[in-house]
């Protein structure tokens, strides 16, 4: 057993490396006498706790104290999704902006935020907070008031980005004459947030809300990336109280969430990516 954040199990190990030569920071030798791996004690503070020891092992004989090996199910190998699918499966994701008029369960919700946390995060610091707005009546109010965040910043700003923007004031427009085209009249308003100490903290967030919107799909729901609300959030102190944001929590990004009302029977065309070879 090694005395430092990775445990060997002695009778399993097959000293075969894999654990030393995965880790990304090196922190893991073979200097034990019995030739164990163990954790190189003057670098114990520089691990990130990512279990890349705990997973590559294939023997189950390494486990981590904030990486349990029994956390950690094996891959099985009869759920692995091949090209066709994989690509099937991304190109059908959809904007959704039409709901059935139907609350989604909060188990589901639920268990998208728990796949969303297998998102990569910047040093593994997984610092998403995760705000979930399920009552219908709270959504139309921030709907309402990042309405009029937009309606006087257009009047402020008649040269602005936003007043430009063709459809940022047909929202407002749209919205006085009763139709929710900034969030959707949606069930479900998430908002992913993290504080300004982390440095990747506005990465890791879309990271996780993008991991969120594809598991949804895989659900029977759908979302829609709500950048118009999210950018008015910043000009209103009672949209931030409403939506519980703290001080702190200086990066954020929103979504919508629900049952989608309509199918899509065909995949879309992209325009042919730009790439530069060197
Ligand atoms: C960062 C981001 C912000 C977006 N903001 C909005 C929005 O405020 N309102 C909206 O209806 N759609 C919004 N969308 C959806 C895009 O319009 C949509 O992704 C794009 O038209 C492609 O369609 P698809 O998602 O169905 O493939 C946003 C998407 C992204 C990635």
Known sequence: ??????????????????????????????????GFPEMRQFDDGMCMGCGHCVAVCPHGALTHSDVRSDKCP????????????????????????????????????ESLIQIARYAPS???????QWTVIHDRSTIKKVASLSIEVIRNHIADNPD???????????IVRNWDMGKDEILWDAPVLILASAPFQMESGKEDLILALSYLDLAALSMGLGTCWTG?????????????????????????YSMVLGYPKFRYKRLIQRKEPEIIWK
């Open 122 to 128: 910047g040093g593994n610091t997984q610092s998403v």
């Open 1 to 34: 057993m090694g005395d430092k954040k990775i445990f060997v199990d002695q009778d399993k190990c097959r000293k075969d490396d894999l654990c030393v030569k995965i880790c990304p920071g090196g922190l893991i030798s073979r200097a034990h006498p019995d």
């Open 228 to 252: 118009s609300f999210t950018g008015s959030i910043e000009f209103s102190d009672s949209l931030k109280n409403e939506l519980g944001l703290t001080r702190d929590h200086t990066s954020y």
């Open 74 to 109: 094996p891959v099985k190998k009869e759920l692995s999704i091949n090209m066709e699918q994989t690509i099937q499966f991304l190109r059908s994701r959809r904007s959704i902006r039409f709901f059935k008029d139907k609350s989604v369960e909060k188990d589901k919700i």
């Open 160 to 170: 602005g980005v936003w007043a430009s923007t063709a459809y940022i004031p047909e």
